[in-house]
């Protein structure tokens, strides 16, 4: 497959805030590049350029005011091919048409917009892409939660954004007594509630919209064009570089197997309850040697272990060098509400399933770094929190499916001259004619990281707890 698409429609945008003139788009797509994770706020760099049809001045394209850009909802349309499929019998080319062809959105709050600079005849500008989840990075506030569960915290924090969100729960989460948000923004808050009881986050873009899924199983991620049962994402094959084939493939796919921890245990203190030894442990070892090292935390201690990006040396061998810690003991005094008047207190205060629950769920976290999977191609159809199935690999393990943890995207629209002569490759794109626009060349790459679907994502625990300061 060509790593230069010819398609005038790869890249198509979306917005109340792009500028019209004459009842035309006064700015165009260049190049869209980024990063987006499962567990992580995506961020995109869209690259906007004025079109010569236009006819006007690059001074006056110059001077669109960036402030009515920003705070704005935009809609990239991503142009999908899916692939070829002969139907014998069929007149002309009728029986060749592309299965599973359509549209891909990317949709997102303008956060940021540029000014580039200008040649003769074109303005550029960059406009950066974030989720709506973004807003609850600038706003921060003390409240203190009571008798609610934190699935219920979650949603009364998302209640103040006005923008779309779904939750696709089936775990069974317990009332806490006493929930606090202390001088930190809404986002450090509910990050730190989804890490501390495995609740994942990612973003799904369809309908000129971004959707906020919450998940703690991996049934909630499903393959990109779901509802297409002959879409070419589902199922992608790899081939090496340079392999000729009419189809999207994926052309570099490394499985990595690591050592981690195969145990995890907790121990917690209820000042009602001072003899019970409240202790909670799982143990997943997974399928290695050396593989029943235990990670042991007492109350709501957190493993911080210090481990880098490729350093596979911490505690549990997890991405972050951290855990979430344990700490659970409570009075239940909102959960025994039902149980009327004269409960036994001992009886109210049984948090010890909570502490399993915890357990089982730094067991997944720890569990899930030990098999993961990076990979690349010229593929427009692989986006973080979707799945798809492998095949034709050499390695016949690696033949499986997978959920995409994170991708790294670049679609630009080059002209011939500058897909031959560009060298660094993460400049900001030259101006384009609009011939050169209208019958250029796509160069579309995409890195991307992937856990099996047979195991489970948790969070990693990277939000600290804020700490209050008394008298030294």
């Not at 142009?79 to 007149?91: E, I, K, Q, T, W």
């Not at 917009?113 to 506030?141: E, F, I, N, V």
């Not at 986002?187 to 873009?205: A, D, K, P, S």
């Amino acid at each position: 497959m060509n790593t230069l698409l010819q398609s005038p429609r790869v890249l198509t945008i979306t917005s109340p805030a792009i500028p019209q003139v004459a009842g035309a788009a006064a700015l165009v797509p260049l190049k869209l590049s980024g990063h987006e994770a499962v567990n992580t706020l995506f961020e995109y760099t869209l690259i906007l350029q004025s079109p010569d049809a236009l006819q006007f001045a690059a001074n006056d394209a110059s001077n669109f005011p960036l402030h009515d850009m920003v705070g704005r909802e935009i809609t990239c349309a991503i142009a999908l091919d899916g692939h070829g499929s002969f139907v014998a019998g069929l007149a002309g080319n009728l029986g060749a048409a592309n299965l599973g062809a359509g549209v891909r959105e990317l949709s997102g709050l303008i956060t940021a917009a540029r000014h580039l600079g200008t040649d003769s005849r074109h303005a550029l500008y960059a406009l950066t892409l974030r989720p709506w989840l973004h807003l609850a990075t600038l706003t921060s506030d003390c409240k203190v939660f009571q008798d609610q569960t934190p699935v219920e915290v979650i949603r009364a924090v998302l209640a103040d954004y006005a923008f779309a969100a779904e939750v696709r729960l089936i775990e069974t989460y317990p009332i806490r007594d006493y929930c606090v948000q202390y001088n930190e923004t809404d986002f450090e808050f509910i990050t730190r509630l989804m890490q501390e009881w495995g609740i994942n986050y990612h973003f799904e873009h369809s309908g000129g919209v971004h959707r906020l899924i919450l998940s703690d199983h991996n049934g909630a991620f499903s393959p990109l064009q779901k509802g297409q049962s002959d879409s070419a994402y589902h199922r992608m094959a790899y081939y090496p570089p340079g392999h000729k084939v009419d189809e999207e493939y994926i052309h570099a796919f490394t499985p990595t197997e690591r050592l981690t921890a195969g145990q995890y245990a907790s121990r917690e203190y209820d000042y009602t309850r001072p003899k019970v030894a409240l202790g909670a442990s799982q143990a997943q070892p997974r399928q290695t040697g050396q593989a029943n090292q235990e990670v042991y935390l007492w109350r709501g201690g957190k493993v911080r272990t210090g481990q880098t990006p490729g350093n596979d040396s911490g505690i549990g061998s997890t991405a972050s060098g951290s855990l979430p810690g344990s700490d659970y003991a409570q009075e239940n005094k909102g959960a025994g509400k039902g149980a009327g008047k004269g409960s036994d207190t001992a009886q109210a205060n049984q948090t010890e399933p909570q502490g399993q629950h915890l357990a089982r769920l730094r067991m997944q976290a720890l569990r899930q770094a030990g098999q993961r999977a990076s990979g690349a191609g010229h593929v427009r159809g692989i986006a973080a929190g979707h799945t798809f199935a492998l095949h034709k690999h050499p390695q016949d393990a690696a033949n499986i499916e997978y959920l995409t943890l994170s991708t790294h995207t670049v679609i630009e629209n080059v002209s011939e001259d500058t897909a031959r002569g560009r060298t660094d490759r993460h400049s900001i794109p030259q101006a384009l004619s609009d011939a050169q626009r209208l019958t250029g060349q796509w160069r579309i790459e995409v890195r991307f990281e992937v856990l099996p679907t047979t195991e489970l994502l948790r969070p990693e625990g990277i939000q600290p707890k804020p700490h209050t300061h008394g008298p030294e």
